[in-house]
C-alpha cells in the first residue's frame, strides 16, 4: 500500500504543476501545492522503499517536472495566454483639453455659477468665476482651472 500512496502523491504533485506551467500560470498557489505533494512523495519514497528506491522516485520526478516545464515553456504554449493584440483605444488626456482658451459657446442651462454650455457639438460642464449667466446666452472661455472650464459672458 505504500507504494500507492507514493504513486498518487507524485502523480497528483505532477497533476499539479502541470495546471501551474501550462493552464494558469501565474497563480504560484497551485505550483506550490504541486511542489509539497512532490516533496512528499519523494520523502516518503525514501522513508518507505528504502534509498535505492528513493532514488528512482527522485528521478522519475525530476524528470517529469522538467519535460512539464519544457512543454509548458514552449512558445506556441506561451501564446495561447499571451497578448498578441495591440490596443489602438486611448484616452482623454487633461493636460491638453479640448476646448481652447477664447472658444466660444452657448449656454444649455443657467449658469449659477456652474452649468452646461454647448461648443459646436460637445456638451461641456463648465463654471463662472462666481456670476449668474441665464440659459441660451454666448460664454467665452477663460481657461482651465484644476479640470474645469472656465467662462466668462460674452458682452455685446
Known sequence: MDWLTIA???F???VFLAAEVIFIPGTTVVGLVGFGLLAAGI?????DLGTPAGHY????SLVGS????YWGLRPENLNRVALTQVNHGRVHDVRHPDVQPGAVGRTLSALRPAGTVLFQDDRREVTTRGEFVPAGSEVRVLGIEQ???VVELVKG
Do not use: D, T
Not at 57 to 60: R, S
Open 8 to 10: 498518487l502523491l507524485l
Open 12 to 14: 497528483f504533485g505532477l
Open 43 to 47: 520523502w516518503l519514497g525514501y522513508r
Open 57 to 60: 522516485v527522485l528521478a522519475g
Open 66 to 69: 522538467g519535460v512539464l516545464v
Open 147 to 149: 479640470n474645469r472650464i
